[in-house]
């Protein structure tokens, strides 16, 4: 709606990015999801909506509140859009640390399973499906 805000879209999820200098567009913005939702007979779940402020390293003190018209919308400091994780000051540590955990808990499925005695051509097959997705 407002010269600035981007909408971005992608199966069922939608991200609105207001930058800072348009910060009071915001709930407007939300407003005209929601009415784009009713308008086509869905229902946006404000439930499950996040709200994130990127931040520079010089506001880590500041706390900004954007006024919203949908209740339950919860601030968070990070989010995953469309398998990235991404963190208030945009830094790569949180994506970083969600891969490992991810590779970690594979690894130690297949121990688990060569332990057990899978045969290594089926523990080849698996590692094969689970990291090419």
Same mark, same amino acid.
């Given at each position: ?61 500041? #706390? ?9 919308? *919860?601030?968070?400091? $990070?989010?995953? &859009? /469309?398998? +990235? ?5 945009? #830094? ?9 955990? *991810?590779?970690?808990? $594979?690894?130690? &499925? /297949?121990? +688990? ?21």
């Amino acid at each position: 709606m407002h010269v600035g805000n981007a909408l971005v879209k992608f199966a069922d999820d939608t991200y609105v990015i207001v930058p800072a200098v348009n910060s009071d567009t915001s709930a407007s913005e939300l407003r005209h999801v929601q009415d784009w939702a009713d308008t086509n007979n869905l229902q946006l779940n404000c439930l499950k909506s996040k709200e994130i402020v990127f931040t520079g390293r010089g506001a880590r003190n500041k #706390t900004v509140t954007f006024p919203s018209p949908c209740l339950g919308i *919860s601030q968070v400091r $990070s989010i995953t &859009a /469309l398998g +990235v994780v991404l963190n208030d000051k945009l #830094t790569a540590e949180d994506h970083v640390s969600s891969i490992l955990t *991810s590779c970690s808990s $594979s690894l130690y &499925a /297949l121990r +688990v399973l060569r332990h057990h005695g899978l045969p290594d051509s089926s523990l080849q097959d698996l590692f094969a499906l689970r990291f090419s997705q």
